[in-house]
């Protein structure tokens, strides 16, 4: 089924996203932005931490998750270990979110409108670990670039 396609892509990113943040040698770093680059690395986690909460997390697995985007680009200066507590602890929402989705859901319309047109959950989940994929490249580059 899909859902266990769909966790061992969640597990792998977020697993990397963790390692990304980990790596950070100095934990300042990843709140630089310089020059193109508008976002820093902890933006971008914090998120992609949202995002995942308000679409897996609430949306789909009832949690009381309420999503907060301004902050989560305005936000500085959380610690390092705070940020991989925060990767963990969305890890697990996702993994018993997706645990409990039937097949039936999957095929259903995503309960809330993201995009100009309706999707189904199956293609609102797929296009979650794709823009997971995106800014963890991001985050990638941030680092290798701008954590010296």
């Not at 609430?58 to 507590?85: V, W």
Request: hydrophobic residues 35%.
């Amino acid at each position: 089924m899909l859902t266990e396609t769909l966790k061992t892509l969640f597990n792998r990113d977020l697993n990397k996203l963790k390692s990304e943040i980990s790596s950070y040698k100095n934990g300042a770093n990843l709140w630089i932005i310089d020059k193109e680059i508008a976002n820093s690395a902890g933006n971008l986690c914090l998120h992609l931490i949202g995002n995942l909460n308000t679409y897996i997390g609430a949306t789909l697995g009832g949690s009381n998750y309420i999503r907060n985007r301004e902050l989560e680009f305005s936000l500085k200066d959380i610690p390092k270990q705070q940020l991989i507590n925060m990767i963990e602890a969305t890890l697990t929402v996702v993994n018993e979110t997706l645990d409990k989705i039937t097949e039936e859901q999957l095929n259903s319309e995503y309960p809330t409108l993201v995009f100009q047109k309706k999707t189904s959950t199956e293609f609102f989940l797929v296009h979650l670990t794709t823009h997971l994929a995106y800014h963890l490249g991001q985050i990638n580059y941030h680092r290798r670039l701008l954590d010296v």
